[in-house]
């Protein structure tokens, strides 16, 4: 085993293992993996796994991808872009604790469970707008370095996003959250002198239950 801990996967080792049949109730072990190179599962189904501490070298895409079990990622490294445009998440995504690099896409996806992005880094852009969570959106204590988009995006269990930083420009205008909506200690950086002016997150969210802000 390398001096790091990680085991070795190409992308075509991954895609291999990701593609098995999806068995209700079980997911692949995948845990402190470091994936060598672009990773690419637009268009397929995949089996719960667990890729936790893993370190993926490559852009990783996942366009129109359909995840029938856990599709975990906490703590894990990004080299560069990860895009999942119109994934369907049929249980929870998870990346809690992992640090993204490259720009995030996340436009139009759909999470039949909770989005976890708590404590995660996001040292570029991230749009994460017209996503529709059927549970729960957290980011508790998630700090954004660069721009983030979370307009027209739907959270029907709430919103989590204690002590969350936003140092980039922050749009969410027609964001709904149907649940208790969570911003206290929220940061949102001012824009800059030469941008519009940007409404307070409470102001841009259409909440239809408590806001604690």
Known sequence: MPKDGLIDLSPAELVAALTQPFQAGKALDLTGRRITGA?????????????????????????????????????????????????????????????????????????????????????????????????SLSMAQTRFDGPVSLEETEAYGGLWADRTVFAGRLQAAGMEVHGRTWIRGAQVAPAGPSAPPVAPLARQIRSYGYIWS
């Open 39 to 135: 990773v690419d599962l637009s268009g397929l189904e995949l089996c719960g796994f667990d890729l936790s501490g893993s370190v993926f070298e490559g852009p990783v895409t996942m366009n129109k991808t359909r995840f029938w079990g856990l599709t975990w990622f906490r703590d894990c490294r990004f080299a560069g872009p990860f895009t999942a445009r119109e994934a369907l998440f049929l249980h929870d995504l998870r990346v809690d604790g992992a640090d993204f690099a490259g720009e995030v896409t996340l436009t139009r996806a759909e999470a039949r469970g909770t989005v976890v992005l708590d404590h995660a880094r996001f040292a570029a852009p991230a749009w994460l707008d017209r996503v529709q969570v059927l549970s």
